[in-house]
């Protein structure tokens, strides 16, 4: 039998419909994948960012909070004290002792002070209670003024001026010019005044407070 014989120069075609439709799939499939990815991406990043921000206000949040609350209990606490410390302030009754002319002792030279001083005493319990005591009934006769406790109380203190003035000009009057310029220095006056005088009043009254004013050094 004869075989058919292909004419020379023609070579068989490639099966191109085949190949084609391989090569266009794979394509296909490497830009879907791509666009998977592109968008897994951008959904991933969506997510941290929110949940970034709202880790962010939840913090926020319970700190603010609990600031708040630290505040309250401080505020509190301040209030308390600051209230209780106002109420147990005592007042006592105000012995204005006028004004000093002394001569300091500055050995290079001479110096003055020129010094207002006044001081606060304690109240006895009697006066505490007078004081607080309602207004009216100790007049003597009709249309007489009420007694006023607290002058009563400063007549009383009369008697005492003298020996205290003494002791003011004794402690003043041994200090410098430079030791009374600083705060240091007059608070020790103070105190030594303070003592000088509770030692006067004997246990009846105590010191509660003094009060330099007008101070003025002079050469």
Known sequence: MVRPTQPKGIKPKPDGGQGGGQAGSDSEAGKDSMKLVVINTVITLI??????ISNYFIVQNTVSGVLDKVSAVLGEEDGDDGHAEAEHVERGVILDLGEFILNLTDPEMRTFLKIE????????EEEKHAVHAPSGGHGHGHG????DPIEEI???????KPAVRDAVISVLSSKTAEELSSLAGKELAKEQIKEYVDSIMAGE??????SFGAFIIQQ
């Open 47 to 52: 997510i941290c960012f929110l949940f970034v």
């Open 117 to 124: 001083v006044a001081i606060e005493l304690t109240k006895t």
């Open 144 to 147: 007489a003024k009420p007694v």
């Open 154 to 160: 400063k007549k009383k203190l009369v008697e005492f």
């Open 205 to 210: 009254r105590e010191v509660l407070r003094i």
